[in-house]
């Protein structure tokens, strides 16, 4: 089968969950098509000769309204943090669009760049590496003053600081004090600040609160809740878990091997999911009720995740899915709506990557 440009096959309708009546009204602040980054695999000491490419993102489509929150969620290495990344331009893609209020920032550079990179922030995984250990807080969080001293003038960045720690949670007395003289919580809320200083549009978190103990987790979704609202942000959420961007999420994207193999809303994703992959994630969420737990499905994914350097031929997905067939391993499968759904409607109407599409309630 021929490998497509980018590995963008079959983007002729990429679904987006922004589709006529699928996503939140007017038009996405942040939208992504075809996105890919292939790193390449080299071989040689004195001549280095490409012997390959590792497909980290292989094709990715999404769109994200104003203020709204979307979830991506998948096993590791299936390229999150990789589109994370590219979305703030950490890293630049091998082929595809970011479009930022519809214009291609993957072709800007400069001061054009510059300016569109002050409207989309990340916050970082993990609060004991991602913070300066010899910076004071305050200087942490008025670092992005340095690169945008438009946003604050010299003579008041120290009160904007202050501000932004009270925005937080955290005492604005402790402007001097050094991130280990903090709990992993309040690190990651330094971290959250800093992400606010520039009062960006759009904040990229890649696994938040991952690092954190399970009890601090709720509070630091909690915030990051808030903060949506009381600033009008437009969220992307990454996590490897299910359970944790179902209470923050609008919408929902499932990765597998470099691509968004289903999206929806949070109950059509929860509650109807049609693609193997996600009802396989979904059999593996805990369920605290035990009269629940026990009417749940678990559905046992066999073999380990393929290798991003070889990505199986037809659906990603088919050496390890239970319902494999002849076609899964000749054709593409296109993240669209299945026609089966498209006419019946109903929550199940949503984009699945998958010929063999059927909704299946995992969690009860
Ligand atoms: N700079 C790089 N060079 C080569 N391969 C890379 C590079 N960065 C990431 N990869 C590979 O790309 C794939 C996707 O990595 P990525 O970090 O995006 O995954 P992830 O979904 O964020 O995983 P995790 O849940 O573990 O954080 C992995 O196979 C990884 O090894
Ligand atoms: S296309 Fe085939 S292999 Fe892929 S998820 Fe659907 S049934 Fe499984
Ligand atoms: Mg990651």
């Known amino acids: 089968m021929a490998e497509p440009r980018g590995g963008t096959e079959g983007r002729p309708a990429p679904a987006t969950g922004f589709e006529k009546g699928a996503g939140p009204a007017g038009e996405p602040i942040l939208e992504v098509s075809g996105l890919v980054k292939h790193y390449p695999l080299t071989r040689g000491v004195l001549i280095r000769k490409q012997v390959g490419a590792v497909k980290a993102v292989d094709g990715v489509d999404f769109a994200l309204g104003r203020g709204e929150t979307l979830g991506v969620v998948g096993e590791s290495g299936c390229g999150k943090s990789t589109v994370a990344k590219m979305l703030v331009h950490l890293e630049r893609p091998t082929a595809g669009a970011i479009r930022y209020k519809g214009e291609d920032v993957t072709r800007l550079s400069g001061k054009a760049l510059k300016a569109v990179r002050r409207n989309v922030q990340m916050v970082f ?55 280990h003289q903090f709990s992993g919580g309040q690190r990651q809320r330094i971290g959250i600040a800093r992400g606010l200083a520039l009062r960006p549009e759009v904040i990229v978190a890649d696994e938040p609160v991952s690092a954190l103990d399970v009890s601090v987790q709720a509070q630091v979704i909690n915030l990051m809740d808030r903060l949506r609202t009381e600033f009008d942000l437009a969220f992307v959420f990454i996590a490897h878990d299910l359970s944790i961007v179902r209470h923050i ?18 109950t059509q994703i929860y509650d109807h999911p049609t693609h193997p992959y996600t009802q396989a994630l979904l059999s593996a969420v805990p369920v605290p009720d035990p009269a629940a ?16 350097t070889n990505i199986p031929s037809g659906c990603r997905f088919r ?8 076609k899964c391993a000749e054709e593409v499968p296109l993240l669209a709506v299945p026609e089966v759904f498209r006419k019946a409607g109903g929550p199940a109407a949503h984009a699945s990557a998958c010929h063999f599409a059927e909704e299946k309630r995992v969690v009860p």
């Not at 999420?249 to 949070?266: A, F, H």
């Not at 026990?294 to 380990?304: F, M, S, V």
């Not at 390890?320 to 002849?326: G, I, L, S, V």
């Open 293 to 308: 737990r026990e009417h749940r499905e678990r559905i046992i994914l066999t073999g380990d995740v393929p290798s991003p």
């Open 319 to 326: 050496t390890r899915c239970w319902k494999a067939r002849d």
């Open 249 to 266: 999420s609008d919408r929902v994207g499932v990765m597998y091997l470099g691509r968004i193999v289903e999206t929806g809303t949070d």
């Open 125 to 179: 995984q993990d609060p004991y590496t991602s913070l300066n250990p010899r910076m004071t807080v305050g200087d942490i969080i008025g670092e992005p003053f340095e690169i945008h001293p438009e946003v604050a003038p010299k003579g008041d960045r120290r009160r904007r600081v202050q501000d932004l720690l009270d925005v937080v949670g955290l005492n604005p007395e402790y402007v001097n004090r050094y991130p």
